[in-house]
């Protein structure tokens, strides 16, 4: 008995889907092509974001622990995929480069390259988004659409027929139905995901940000003495 009714409904919505016109079929299609998008997108940057909060933690740890950058920079590798490690060699690299021999320390252009990558990192954060953000909110809009279609078709049918019966329009709308039903299953789960995506790139932010800054402090203390010895050899090149 158990079984019967629990096969019941699956055998009821077979029909159902069996009995459901070409246009519903083509929106049951395109939502479902939506929701296997969506889960993709969602266990892909799940997994991401988990990995990367995870080595940004770690990063931070060593960073704030080491006096030196070079240590940093010479361990950094082990903390990737963090966005804050990016970060974090493209200020190295800006430095190493404002302190060759004959150039002019300049901690602008250090920061002007933390922030560059910084926007790169987030964007690949932010990479297919949009997808989620368009799925949840267009997918009810269309399961919604092909119900409007259904019941449209269903009270034709019923004029067709010439009763006014509920046995007679039940299962047009019940077909019709579905379709919505459809649209919040596709819609629910990515706006969800999205929401939490969201905040993990806030908090991702935040930690680049953190770096970022301490990064700029540190490369001010390095900077300062290659700053005034360019600025001695100014001088004495003037006279």
Not at 41 to 59: D, E, L, N, P, Y
Not at 75 to 85: D, H, K, M, Q, Y
Not at 156 to 176: C, K, N, Y
Request: charged share 15%.
């Amino acid at each position: 008995m158990v079984l019967l009714a629990l096969a019941t409904p699956s055998a009821a919505i077979t029909g159902i889907l069996g009995n459901t016109g070409a246009v519903a079929k083509v929106i049951l299609v395109i939502l479902l092509v939506f929701s296997v998008y969506s889960w993709a997108i969602i266990f892909s940057k799940w997994s991401g974001f988990r990995a990367r909060k995870r080595q940004t933690r770690r990063f931070l740890r060593a960073l704030y622990k080491s006096s030196r950058l070079s240590e940093v920079h010479a361990a950094s590798e082990s903390f990737r995929p963090s966005p804050a490690v990016e970060v974090f060699e493209a200020g190295y690299d800006e430095l190493e480069r404002q302190l060759r021999p004959g150039a002019s320390p300049n901690l602008t252009s250090v920061e002007r390259a933390m922030k560059a990558e910084t926007g790169d990192q987030m964007g690949l954060l932010e990479s297919r988004m949009s997808w989620l953000a368009t799925i949840a909110s267009a997918s009810p809009f269309i399961g919604l659409f092909g119900t409007v279609w259904g019941i449209m078709d269903a009270f034709m049918d019923l004029g067709t027929a010439g009763t006014a019966t509920l046995r007679a329009v039940a299962p047009g709308v019940s077909e019709a139905l579905i379709t919505t039903a459809a649209g919040l299953f596709a819609a629910i789960p990515a706006l969800i995901a999205y929401n939490q995506f969201v905040h993990q790139i806030r908090e991702l932010s935040t930690a680049t940000d953190e770096c970022a800054l301490e990064f700029t402090s540190r490369a001010a203390e390095v900077l300062a003495p290659a700053a005034a010895a360019a600025v001695d050899r100014s001088g004495v090149g003037a006279h």
